[in-house]
């Protein structure tokens, strides 16, 4: 993989990489707590109104932020590789089950499975779940499990990060649709003002998520990464060798 940036330090990138996290966090929940009219539905029930809240702070807070987190662990987490390898998979394991949970709550509304499956964004988001979970079984497959053999294990780490990468960044896409399709609802069907709060609130949110992938992709890819990635190969490659 090409070598982005020489000289970018991995703490700042990190320390965005958090900041934009905690802010696009802070916008969903805002946007949830503060603008709940928005999410209720034509039945009106207290549970509707929870299970269409619950949606977007799944998604964004257990689904994307969980997984960003669980992307950049090797930079963040002090200890041994096996400490760093459980932590990776159970944050991982986290995002996931919120995913499921997430796309769950659509499931619940009136109109039932079919109805629900007409957009972009949950064609989007059907895919990205089933390809983070096939990832996450593979991961547990090929890494966790002690007697995988070695070769097939650096066969595939390649593979596994270009997946992940693909993934998160497919999840980032996935939730701006998601944005963008409720925001037009709000706007064509109640009356909500192009140049509202909420539609400001909507579209920070929607900025926030491009920086922060913006950060947890170039956070991974960046050289410290490159090279304690190429050091782990080397490692795997001799022993492969010499068993
Ligand atoms: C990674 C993030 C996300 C994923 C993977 C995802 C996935 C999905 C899926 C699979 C559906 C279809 C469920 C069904 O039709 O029964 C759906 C529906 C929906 N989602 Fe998301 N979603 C994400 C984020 C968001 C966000 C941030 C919003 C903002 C409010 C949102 C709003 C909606 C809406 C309004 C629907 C119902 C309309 C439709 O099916 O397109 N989603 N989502």
Redesign the pocket.
């Known amino acids: 993989m090409a070598n982005l940036s020489p000289t970018l330090p991995s703490v700042p990138l990190l320390f965005f990489a958090r900041i934009s996290g905690l802010t696009v966090a802070l916008l969903?929940l805002f946007w949830a707590l503060a603008f709940k009219s928005s999410f209720l539905t034509h039945s009106l029930s207290q549970q509707d109104l929870i299970y269409a809240i619950l949606?977007?702070l799944l998604?964004?807070i257990g689904?994307?932020i969980l997984s960003g987190k669980a992307i950049l662990v090797h930079r963040w987490l002090p200890g041994s590789r096996s400490l760093k390898k459980s932590v990776h998979l159970c944050l991982q394991g986290v995002a996931l089950t919120s995913?499921i949970f997430?796309?769950w709550t659509?499931?619940q509304?009136q109109n039932g499975?079919v109805a629900?499956?007409?957009?972009l964004?949950?064609w989007?988001?059907?895919l990205?779940?089933s390809l983070f979970g096939a990832q996450w079984l593979m991961g547990f497959l090929n890494f966790w499990h002690r007697g995988e053999a070695r070769s097939a294990r650096i066969r595939i780490l390649p593979w596994h990060i270009f997946l992940g990468l693909y993934t998160y960044g497919l999840?980032i896409a996935?939730?701006e649709t998601?944005?963008l399709?409720?925001l037009t609802?709000l706007q064509t069907k109640r009356n909500v003002p192009k140049h509202s709060t909420e539609s400001i609130v909507v579209n920070s949110l929607g900025l926030g998520l491009a920086l922060l992938s913006c950060f947890v992709i170039l956070a991974a890819v960046s050289p410290k990464y490159q090279s304690s990635l190429q050091s782990k190969l080397l490692y795997l490659d001799t022993r492969c060798l010499s068993s």
């Open positions: 969903v949606h977007p998604m964004v689904f994307i995913g997430g796309i659509k499931f509304g499975i629900n499956f007409y957009s964004h949950s989007m988001g059907l990205c779940v999840a996935t939730a998601g944005l399709e409720k609802l």
